[in-house]
DNA sequence: CCTCCATCTCAAACCGTTTTGAAAATGAAT
DNA sequence: ATTCATTTTCAAAACGGTTTGAGATGGAGG
């Protein structure tokens, strides 16, 4: 491997003038910098990550944590995320490192990963109501990042959309077919976007003078089951009127709503409107589900470009509480949601 | 942060003496070693990792990759895999770097990740058949461990399982029992170890002197739904006659299988011998299946203090051809196998 | 008392960068 | 031609360890 000492020999430069050469400084002739450029792909130079670290201080390595579920139900989300933030980090020279993690302390493992003192900094997901990870990593010192929101006015760099409009926008287009009777199925309460879109969802609600019945939200794990039960319960159940349109959280629940409402002879959007945030998640393509799916619409994997971009400026001393993005998600109608059927519309809207 | 240089100049000693004290170099006396541990410890020292890798040329920092399957199913082997690996590995304080990867080139992430220089060597896993990355790796002169085997004689550095007596025990298990016409629910056929249990499945039926009908072996993804499905199709299908034991690849698989024969009204093992091979994963308990699963049983987290070990031994110049383990599974007979019904025993047991 | 051999310790080189502070070269203005 | 302000380049000092080759210290044996 050649290193810059190589290259400044063989052009009667000294290391110091080949480094500024290579890494864009204004002070740097333009001819030499060709002629260092030049040598320096010829000999096949390679800066020395190890050196550069020393001599910066910093690692180039950001970490993540991976929470595991008693039920070992790996986050398809958090493969996405992985995947795309890996890439965008290695665009930026910043390797990610995972660590899995079992236990119930939720901060330990990033003391355990601090010790081992590898790491520039953190991507964090998944944020719980309350969190206590921002504060604990701030009062470390610790640069990180936050893919969503934990709390209301945060002072930390984050990336999320706005998970209160996510449920706004599908309540106000049901709202505007007819609609009166919607239920929710929602991701689980112990996460904080729960939160967001069941307030979304209540808040969106009341504005239009519509009333929630008990137990038209219900949270559950993101699979197609979950979606299957909670769907089968009202629409078969004979406690209190069935919702004329659903919500779901994720397409993947979506999915078990239509597989229950094909299950009781419902059509979909004719007895039943159905739409779902999604995720957009490899794989998964509601725009192919019968009918095809009408969802609120935020790709995951778009967070990540930004996460890594927020990260790398915390790491360049930016301000963190400068560093927050809140994005709305989009929205695609298409064949599952409808008018309102006849006779169950809004008081007020009947002839 | 206190150095090496604060502890020399608190001690009135050189740095190499501190150095060499702290890392257990013989050449120290044991007072002066005393002496350095309680500075340090009162200094609240702690190595620079970057000055560490620069003066040795090595990362301590250790590569895996996870393959990502189109339809996503993430798996539980792998994580169970990881965090144990993680663990182990830090213990010997090397770190473990993940990346995931989607493409179809099987060496190209590998590829990619060494371009970033960040990494001493690589734990792989998953083998396929005749899997390219070992020759790979070698031709760049980077140490590797495999977690199973890909071919018939590694000259790397792995650790598995003997699969072909998986197979062969479970089979001989069940003719020993009387059981004739045994159906194996087998993992897919592009991971090494599926052709593994199937060669050693067959192998043993030979010996036995029973045949495989067709259809008798069947690869597929390692969930309950692939042992219901296959089941199902063996044992309610009226082509031919049924199984009278099956063999399964997980445990998941038999769980399926379980479903199948409950939903059929067949007793296990009164009509149906079901047996797995447990990698034990957490999570998952076949001891509490009803009725409690007969297994071939071999922890897949117990591979990774040997992988560990050996990854170490390897990057510390060991042979890697030396470096090769293949333990035997354990059986533990309980409650889902028995003998073959009456009638259906193999001819020459017939009375 | 001197020698010899361990045992222990040290100063210095080294790893390959980045960064600093100053010197040299260049060019324009006087 | 001299001066001054800019480029442009340089030597050397970090960064924080590891490793080398040699010197100091000590005790035992003569």
Redesign the pocket.
């Known amino acids: 491997?050649?290193?810059?000492?190589?290259i400044?020999a063989e052009?009667?430069?000294?290391?110091?003038?080949?480094?500024?050469?290579?890494?864009g400084?204004?002070?740097?002739?333009?001819?030499?910098?060709a002629r260092v450029q030049e040598a320096a792909a010829r000999l096949g130079?390679?800066?020395?990550r190890?050196?550069?670290r020393?001599?910066?201080?910093r690692s180039g390595v950001v970490g993540m944590i991976v929470k595991l579920r008693a039920d070992m139900s790996a986050d398809q989300t958090f493969f996405d995320v992985l995947t795309t933030l890996t890439a965008e980090l290695a665009a930026c020279d910043l390797d990610l490192v995972l660590s899995v993690d079992q236990g119930s302390d939720p901060t330990a493992p990033y003391a355990r990963m601090l010790e081992r003192d590898l790491l520039d900094g953190f991507v964090l997901n998944a944020p719980v109501p309350d969190d206590p990870r921002p504060s604990f990593l701030r009062s470390r010192g610790v640069p990180f990042v936050m893919h969503g929101q934990a709390h209301d006015a945060p002072d930390y760099a984050f990336f999320g959309i706005d998970n209160r409009a996510v449920s706004a926008d599908a309540v106000a287009l049901l709202t505007d077919l007819g609609h009166a009777r919607i239920a929710l199925v929602n991701g689980e309460a112990r996460f904080a976007f729960a939160g967001d879109r069941e307030a979304g969802f209540r808040a969106a609600m009341a504005a239009a003078g519509l009333a929630v019945p008990d137990g038209f939200v219900q949270g559950g794990a993101p699979t197609e089951s979950t979606g299957y039960t909670m769907a089968l319960a009202w629409l078969a159940g004979r406690a209190g009127p069935r919702p004329t349109a659903i919500l779901c959280a994720t397409t993947a629940m979506a999915q078990g709503v239509l597989r229950a409402a094909r299950d009781l002879r419902l059509s979909v959007p004719g007895d039943l409107s159905v739409i779902a945030h999604d995720d957009a998640l490899p794989g998964i393509g509601p725009a192919h589900f019968t009918p095809p799916l009408t969802v609120t619409h935020a790709p995951m994997r778009d967070a990540c470009a930004p996460l890594a971009r927020m990260l790398i400026d915390h790491l360049n001393g930016a301000d963190p509480a400068r560093l927050q993005t809140v994005i709305r998600a989009g929205l695609i109608v298409r064949a599952s949601t409808g008018p309102v059927p006849k006779g169950e519309e809004r008081p007020w809207q009947t002839p």
């Open positions: 491997m050649a290193t810059l000492k190589d400044s052009l009667g430069l000294s290391v110091a003038t080949v480094s500024r050469a290579l890494n400084f204004p002070e740097v002739g333009a001819k030499t910098r130079y390679r800066p020395n190890s050196a550069q020393l001599a910066t201080g």
